[in-house]
Antibody
């Protein structure tokens, strides 16, 4: 059973960069899966951020694309998310996922000075 | 852009009720439709995939149906543990979520 775990700072200042990592265990990041990031602002719905396949393609939510970078470290079996120039609107629980059935527990990131 | 329209946004029901949640896609997504249950502070939990396939370990009171652009999640015999939020998601091309339905106690 593939397990995912998000990690990163819980507090980021406005205009700075949010950086998160997702550690994958029980499965390989170079398997035939797409790996995703999803976020959920407090009290609101789920928003897809982006995904990638280890062979190369990376997809981003068009509404966030200019501020996003998803990268992968195959040697560590983990992938990462960077969101630049954050504002209050980026405060959310961030989830990583591998297929529709494997999700991490999520990590809350608050944007505040 | 793909849009997923989910209704209702809130649903009041009693234990034992049969409840139905609807999700409409703005374009044909074939059967690439998932339903999730989410409780506060938790990650979404997969209930149904490929429109109507029940995920392992999910009670049979949950069922999904539909194809193309119209999909339904039905809970037959609502249980106390089922009061939660529910989301549909298309994964035909990238991912898009519905707005969510909160099932609350009447």
């Amino acid at each position: 059973q593939v397990q995912l775990q998000e990690s990163g700072p819980g507090l980021v200042k406005p205009s700075e960069t949010l950086s998160l990592t997702c550690d994958v265990s029980g499965g390989s990041i170079i398997s035939d899966n797409w790996w995703s990031w999803v976020r959920q602002p407090p009290g609101k719905g789920l928003e897809w951020i982006g995904d990638f396949h280890h062979t190369g393609p990376i997809n981003y939510n068009p509404s966030l694309k200019s501020r996003l970078t998803i990268s992968v470290d195959k040697s560590k079996n983990q992938f990462s998310l960077r969101v630049t120039s954050v504002t209050d609107a980026d405060t959310a629980v961030y989830f990583c996922a591998g297929t529709v059935r494997n999700w991490g527990p999520g990590t809350l990131v608050t944007v505040s000075s | 852009d793909m849009q997923m329209t989910q209704s209702p946004s809130t649903l009041s029901a009693s234990v034992g009720d049969r409840v139905t949640i609807t999700c409409r896609a703005s374009d044909n997504i074939n059967n690439w439709l998932a339903w999730y249950q989410q409780k506060p502070g938790k990650a979404p939990k997969l209930l149904i995939y490929e429109s109507s396939s029940l995920e392992n370990g999910i009670p049979s009171r949950f069922s999904g149906s539909g194809s193309g652009t119209e999909f339904t999640l039905t809970i037959t015999g609502l249980q106390p543990d089922d009061f939660a939020s529910y989301y549909c998601q298309q994964y035909n091309y990238l991912w898009t979520f519905g707005q969510g339905t909160k099932v609350e106690i009447k």
